[in-house]
């Protein structure tokens, strides 16, 4: 029995359906996000489980209780939103004694868990400033503390970290995920990063156009997307139209203009077309030809500190090639390479490449 | 540029014309009019003597038909500044939450008593407000009252008469700041179990407050300073500061005491406006920027 399940949600806004029969299962103590580009419906699912919005037609339940239509303050959900909406005119320890208050907890016991809720996220020293004397970061902890403190069955994260710049993001993610272990709090994370889905959740839930596209783990949503559409949202990948020659179980061998190549993916049929993802870390560099290599010219390359990106025009088009930095000299502009990879890494979907 | 001077000294330059447009409009009648408040009249000639008395002075601090006047803009001022916020606030905040067209056409409902020009605004305060008005002949064809109500000459009718017209200066105000209201704030609250009622009161009102106090200062110093609608509606019976001035320029024709009626008003605004705004200010500065 799953401790949240959406069941066939759809949302519509006039004309415009926001959520298209939606239907999720989350576990207790599972951590799911929700990816998906701009107005893939994402933000409105989780309005619909926090209660700030009804859905048009389907049913939330929460621990075996349809909450569909319960108002939000019945529900008991902790929410950090994007802004972090912390209340400005009160401090760090009234905004998150604030949800305690609203259950009549009495004062001692309230003092008690605030002081603890804001330990955990190591503002304890901060708690009588004001928001607008905190960082960024610090104002995502307070936001985090309040909607924990109430020790919700559920916590909702909609963009959480999107206001944060590049390092903090990745110390904070690190630590999210660390206390979302320790407390065993059910967590859904609303999210446009594909990176932060991957590094965070036990399953992610890719959204397009209002509907689930795909429902895996990271790894396997990584490493064997169904769709274009997903394996181009999630990871950097260089996608190539082909056609199917010859289908076999598992897998097929395709033509990419005139080059010919054998790679793993479901449904396929002789004739079709088909969609081939060469992620760029799957395909190996070298100077010398081996079997199963195409040759390239290096166009660009830039370097990341562990790794190079380079662009390599070939008979396949221009493809991007990740090469670990072992600190050897890199390639140039100009060099003449050889490009190779092996089966497993070359993923076969049905249909063509999406554009955009 | 450079060769005018320092950098230091181009501000000064360049708000240089502002400052000469005020000096000698508003600065120079304020001083003439300092100065005559200290001047003499003298009531057997009606000639004004330029001797340096306090004199004036002492008469509107001694006599307590000045005292009456006073009280009563100043009470007037307080009750028309809490009715408008009582008032303005929750239309500020209804407002802002509607869509457009709507929002457009009231906002302009809300702003059009200030497209009017007070005299006419007033004069059809006073059809509604006498015996034979609207309201007197509305209530007693309802079988409200038995005997026709005037509300001309009276408080009531003035302070009406001066909420409509100020109330817009409320709403704009609190507008403002419900500008720079996160209205996500208002969903962490009800998520952490507050009711609709719990919102308002303890997340939105005090993020609107600064909003509510600073109209509060307009709509105060506005009031207390009020002369066509109380003029109107008030009469002769029931004098504010602002006409008790103008009848001792134009009637009693003691334009000194007429100018010290004014500079007190004005020092007395002044005191409570500033006095008002650094608590406000210290209240509020550590919270919002």
């Not at chain 1, 909607?147 to 069955?153: D, E, G, R, S």
């Not at chain 1, 590049?166 to 059910?186: F, I, N, S």
């Not at chain 1, 596209?213 to 181009?232: C, G, H, K, W």
Request: net charge neutral.
């Amino acid at each position: 029995m799953s401790f949240v399940r959406l069941e066939n949600v759809t949302k519509r806004f006039d004309s415009f359906t926001a959520v298209d029969d939606l239907s999720i299962s989350i576990e207790k103590g599972e951590f799911v996000s929700l990816l998906g580009p701009s107005g893939c419906g994402k933000t409105t699912t989780l309005q619909m489980i926090a209660g700030l919005q009804e859905p048009t037609a389907g049913r939330i339940h929460l621990d075996g209780e349809d909450i569909t239509y319960k108002k939000p303050n019945q529900r008991g959900l902790g929410i950090v939103f994007q802004s972090y909406a912390l209340f400005p005119h009160m401090t760090v320890e009234e905004n998150v004694s604030f949800g305690l208050e609203m259950r009549r907890v009495d004062r001692g016991e309230r003092e008690q868990r605030v002081r603890r809720s804001l330990e955990q996220v190591q503002l304890d020293s901060l708690a009588k400033r004001y928001p607008k004397d905190l960082s960024g970061g610090q104002r995502q902890r307070v936001a985090l503390a309040r909607a924990l403190v109430i020790q919700p069955p559920v916590l909702l994260l909609d963009e959480p970290l999107s206001n944060l710049d590049a390092k903090l993001r990745e110390d904070m993610q690190l630590e999210l995920r660390v206390l979302q272990q320790q407390l065993g709090v059910t967590t859904i994370l609303v999210t446009h990063d594909q990176a932060e889905a991957l590094s965070m959740s036990d399953r992610i839930v890719v959204m397009n156009e209002g509907r689930a596209v795909q429902i895996d783990a990271p790894l396997t949503m990584y490493e064997r997307p169904e769709t274009a559409f997903v394996s181009n949202f999630v990871g950097k990948t260089n996608l190539l139209q082909g056609v199917v020659t010859a289908a076999e179980q598992d897998g097929a061998t395709v033509r990419v203009g005139e080059q010919s190549l054998s790679g793993e993916g479901p449904g396929l049929s002789d004739g079709a077309a088909v969609t081939v993802s060469l992620r760029p870390e799957k395909l190996r560099l070298s100077a010398q030809a081996e079997d199963q290599s195409i040759p390239g010219q290096v166009s660009a390359g830039i370097f990341l500190g562990n790794h190079w990106l380079y662009q390599i025009d070939s008979a396949l088009g221009t493809l991007l090639v990740s090469q670990a930095n072992r600190g050897t000299p890199p390639f140039v502009r100009g060099d003449p390479v050889h490009i190779h990879w092996v089966r497993e890494g070359v993923r076969l979907m049905p249909g063509e490449v999406p554009r955009g | 540029m450079a060769e005018t001077g320092s950098p230091g000294s181009r501000p000064y330059w360049l708000s240089a014309p502002g400052l000469v447009f005020f000096a000698t409009l508003l600065g120079v009648p304020l001083f003439t009019t300092l100065m005559l408040s200290f001047y003499s009249f003298d009531y057997a000639t009606g000639g004004i003597q330029t001797d340096l008395t306090p004199a004036n002075y002492l008469e509107i601090v001694q006599d307590s038909y000045f005292h009456r006047i006073f009280g009563r803009t100043f009470g007037v001022a307080l009750l028309v500044t809490l009715i408008c916020a009582l008032i303005g606030a929750p239309e500020a905040y209804i407002l802002a939450r509607m869509r457009n067209p709507w929002k457009s056409l009231f906002l302009l409902v809300i702003l059009g008593p200030l497209l009017i020009s007070v005299i006419v605004r007033t004069l059809g305060w006073a059809l509604l407000l006498g015996s034979k008005g609207a309201i007197s002949e509305g209530l007693q064809m309802l079988g409200i009252i038995s005997e026709p109500i005037s509300l001309m000459f009276t408080i009531t009718g003035m302070v009406i008469a001066l909420v409509h017209v100020l109330v817009p200066f409320m709403v704009l105000s609190v507008w403002a700041s419900l500008q720079k209201l996160d209205l996500q704030t208002e969903d962490a609250a009800l998520t952490l179990g507050a009711n609709r009622f719990t919102v308002l009161r303890r997340v939105v009102l005090p993020q609107i407050m600064p909003g509510i106090l600073s109209g509060s200062l307009i709509v105060f110093a506005l009031t207390a300073s009020a002369f066509a609608t109380p003029s109107i509606i008030g009469g002769r019976r029931l004098k504010v500061v602002a006409t008790t001035a103008y009848d001792e320029y134009l009637s009693t024709l003691n334009w000194p005491l007429g100018a010290a009626i004014a500079v007190v008003l004005l020092v007395a605004n002044v005191i409570a406006i500033t006095s008002y705004n650094r608590m406000v200010e210290r209240r509020y500065a550590k919270i919002f920027e």
